[in-house]
């Protein structure tokens, strides 16, 4: 019995010391609990706000992405529609791109085949007399280095089978911010068109004979 009595001094003290220190424990705990409680909701929305901004880029981009192809599929029909054959070729020289009729024109069957390899060794490294074709001599090196576009009237490209190609050429160069970081090339075969006049030339030349002929026999029988 004794030791389950309190007596008034100790009551006192319980009463004027520990209730209230339980008391403030009670009320810091359950402010600890309602902070928490706050910080966790408020984690939840950003992480809710987190989730909605990362769906909103995904989305955006899967747009993008698609735009881009849709670009990219009506750029290279553009390409492959077009009856004159056109390559692009970066700083190096290597092809970036090449469209159907220029490698009809060149006799290679996929764009695989030329892409990242060096065009003048591979189809531009001769010139129409036989002669060695300087890679800094070329209307590819001269356009990229002077930032103009250049024509050649008549030039040659190599195929795969090493037939020659008498050609017309167009470079163009590229530009991205004001530097130059590559070129496109517009290439038409003037086979037919050499052929037809060497035809003419022939023709004229053949008649030029005859009329001389037909001169002297006339000249003779008078």
Wanted: proline share 2%; aromatic share 10%.
């Amino acid at each position: 019995y004794t030791l389950l009595s309190f007596s008034a001094l100790e009551l006192r003290v319980f009463v004027g010391v520990i209730v209230p220190l339980t008391l403030l424990s009670i009320a810091l705990y359950k402010k600890l609990q309602q902070q928490h409680a706050a910080a966790l909701s408020a984690q939840q929305k950003l992480v809710a706000k987190h989730e909605q901004a990362l769906a909103a880029v995904t989305t955006q981009k899967y747009a993008l992405d698609a735009a881009k192809q849709v670009s990219e599929a009506r750029l290279r029909l553009l390409l492959d529609s077009n009856a004159e054959g056109i390559y692009g070729l970066d700083l190096k020289g290597r092809f970036s791109f090449v469209n159907k009729a220029a490698l009809r024109m060149l006799d290679y069957a996929n764009e695989a085949d030329l892409i990242g390899q060096n065009a003048h060794q591979l189809i531009h490294h001769t010139k129409p007399d036989g002669s060695d074709y300087s890679a800094t001599q070329s209307g590819m090196f001269r356009a990229q280095k002077d930032g103009h576009q250049l024509h050649e009237d008549v030039d040659v490209l190599w195929t795969r089978t090493g037939c020659v190609v008498p050609v017309e050429l167009w470079f163009y160069p590229v530009y991205e911010n004001e530097d130059v970081t590559g070129s496109v090339v517009t290439v038409i075969d003037i086979s037919e068109p050499l052929r037809l006049e060497a035809m003419r030339a022939a023709s004229e030349q053949k008649f030029h004979h005859l009329m001389n002929h037909y001169e002297s026999l006339y000249i003779f029988d008078s």
